[in-house]
């Protein structure tokens, strides 16, 4: 079993940065990939960024590219997810996600273990 809290949402204006967290504990987190998905109100759940055990493979959604960079610390079982020139579009609760393959998915169905999700709201 693996567990995982996220932190790091908060409140920021448009333009404005955050960096989410996301600690694991449990089960061995490093063979696994990760994951950062987000449901926004009136949204489907989406996957934002993903990256693989190795971190050789790394995923962005289009809507994030250039802005979002996903990065991981196997040492300290965490991931990150670094969100620059964060637009009101991107406000939703993110939830990190972990899948016991390597190999990383976009499909939310891939992924085994899911944090409970930290809100992010970017004001206008």
């Known amino acids: 079993q693996v567990q995982l809290v996220e932190s790091g949402g908060g409140l920021v204006q448009a333009g404005g940065s955050l960096r989410l967290s996301c600690a694991a504990s449990?089960?061995?987190?490093?063979?696994?990939?990760m994951a950062w998905f987000r449901h926004g109100p009136g949204k489907e759940r989406e996957c934002v960024s993903a990256?693989?055990?190795?971190?050789?493979?790394?995923y962005y959604a289009e809507s994030v590219k250039g802005r979002f960079t996903i990065s991981r610390d196997n040492s300290k079982n965490t991931v990150y997810l670094q969100m620059n020139s964060l637009h009101p579009e991107d406000a939703a609760v993110y939830y990190c996600?972990?899948?016991?393959?390597?190999?990383?998915?976009?499909?939310?169905?891939?992924?085994?273990?899911w944090g409970r999700g930290t809100q992010v709201t970017v004001s206008s």
């Open positions: 449990g089960r061995t987190y490093s063979g696994y990939a």
């Open positions: 996600a972990a899948d016991r393959r390597p190999v990383l998915s976009r499909l939310g169905s891939a992924y085994d273990y």
């Open positions: 990256i693989s055990a190795s971190a050789g493979t790394i």
